[in-house]
Each structure stands twice: as structure tokens, then as C-alpha cells.
T-cell receptor
Framework: DGGITQSPKYLFRKEGQNVTLSCEQN?????MYWYRQDPGQGLRLIYY???????QKGDIAEGYSVSREKKESFPLTVTSAQKNPTAFYLC????????????FGDGTRLSIL | GESVGLHLPTLSVQEGDNSIINCAYS??????FIWYKQESGKGPQFIID?????DKRQGQRVTVLLNKTVKHLSLQIAATQPGDSAVYFC???????????FGKGTLLTVNP
């Protein structure tokens, strides 16, 4: 089945630790996105990538980093500089040809130990 | 800045009734809108989209209405079922070809 796979489903971070969230898609989509969702809130854009080896900051990029070495993969690193990392992280992808819906994975819930 | 918002944070309906979820947007550059459904612990699931050259679009049991004059978007769900219980988000593109801005969501609860 085509889709977006996020792993792990649950992740715990210690103080001062960097953690990396995985996102893989087999939809052959060019664009990929990372969002953060806090309880009772909408989705806020962290980073997005329109093409391999290129990415742009979203609205809340501070304390996060990404890479896009392969079309299928867009990992997100939550660094120790992100002081409030507890949230639900969602990865999405879409075609780049005109307005197309973004398709989401089932998220990673990150908590602080 | 401009943002997408929702009129009602919660909506409770009886099974079999029709549901209407509303969304206001303020970015006049937006020309593409999407509705998503999110169940607890899962990612948002695409329901239906509409472009600004249309004012109505129908899917299976769902209809999206777009009123560009008052910048209002609505999602109608016919014969609401318990499986429709979820949070519903609207999103707008702000004139972009790929970026979306999401509203905060409406929690729909369907009572048997």
C-alpha cells in the first residue's frame, strides 16, 4: 500500500538529548512537511521540502533540523535547543503540481523524561 | 497575520442527523481549501477539497460549500454516523501552491 510511515509511534527524550523522528513515503511525492500539534491546537509548520537536497523553515523552526537526502525520506531532529518539545509530530507529503492535498502519517508522540 | 479559524470548537449531534462544521478564513489570497478528519492518536485524513473557482463540491456523504464573499467555508456531513466522531480541520493555502494553514479544529461527537 502507498502511504507515509512515521516511526517510532512514541518517543521519550532526556534533557540535553537530540532525537530523530523518521518519515518515509512511497507515494512518489516531491514535497514533504513536518508539523507540530499541541493539545487542542491546529497544526503548525516546522519545516518543508519541495525537492531533494532543499528545505525551508516553516513558522516554528527554532530548535529543529531536517535533511532531505532522498525523495522518500525527510527525518526531523528535535535538538536540545527546543525547550518545549512535548507534542504530537506529523509528517505529510504532497505532489507539487498545482494545489494538491497533503497526505499525513500517523504521527510520533514525543515526551520528556 | 491572517489565519484560518472555526466558529465552534465542539459539535454534538444525534446519529442520523446532518452535521455542519463551519470555518472562517481571512486571507483573501487563498484559492484552495481542504477539510481533514483526525481521529484520536492518528494523523489527519483527507476528506474533500475545493478550489476558489467553485462554490460547492460533493463527495460521499459530504459536501463542502465555499462563500468567497464572506470568506466562509463549511463541511456538511449527511446522516452522521458514530464513526464520524473526530476532530475536523479546515485548511487554506494562502495563495501558495503547496503550503497550508490549518484551523484549530472542531470536535464532532455523534450520540447513538
Amino acid at each position: 500500500d502507498g502511504g507515509i510511515t512515521q516511526s517510532p509511534k512514541y518517543l521519550f527524550r532526556k534533557e540535553g538529548q537530540n532525537v530523530t523522528l523518521s518519515c518515509e513515503q512511497n507515494l512518489n511525492h516531491d514535497a514533504m512537511y513536518w508539523y507540530r500539534q499541541d493539545p487542542g491546537q491546529g497544526l503548525r509548520l516546522i519545516y518543508y521540502s519541495q525537492i531533494v537536497n532543499d528545505f525551508q523553515k516553516g513558522d516554528i523552526a527554532e530548535g529543529y533540523s531536517v535533511s532531505r537526502e532522498k525523495k522518500e525520506s525527510f527525518p526531523l531532529t528535535v535538538t536540545s535547543a527546543q525547550k518545549n518539545p512535548t507534542a504530537f509530530y506529523l509528517c505529510a507529503s504532497s505532489k507539487m503540481t498545482g494545489n494538491q492535498p497533503q497526505h499525513f502519517g500517523d504521527g510520533t508522540r514525543l515526551s520528556i523524561l | 497575520g491572517e489565519s484560518v479559524g472555526l466558529h465552534l470548537p465542539t459539535l454534538s449531534v444525534q446519529e442520523g442527523d446532518n452535521s455542519i462544521i463551519n470555518c472562517a478564513y481571512s486571507n483573501s489570497a487563498s484559492d484552495y481549501f481542504i477539510w481533514y478528519k483526525q481521529e484520536s492518536g492518528k494523523g489527519p485524513q483527507f476528506i474533500i477539497d475545493i478550489r476558489s473557482n467553485m462554490d460547492k463540491r460533493q463527495g460521499q456523504r459530504v459536501t463542502v460549500l465555499l462563500n468567497k464573499t464572506v470568506k466562509h467555508l463549511s463541511l456538511q456531513i449527511a446522516a452522521t454516523q458514530p464513526g464520524d466522531s473526530a476532530v475536523y480541520f479546515c485548511a487554506e493555502n494562502g495563495g501558495s501552491n503547496y503550503k497550508l494553514t490549518f484551523g484549530k479544529g472542531t470536535l464532532l461527537t455523534v450520540n447513538p
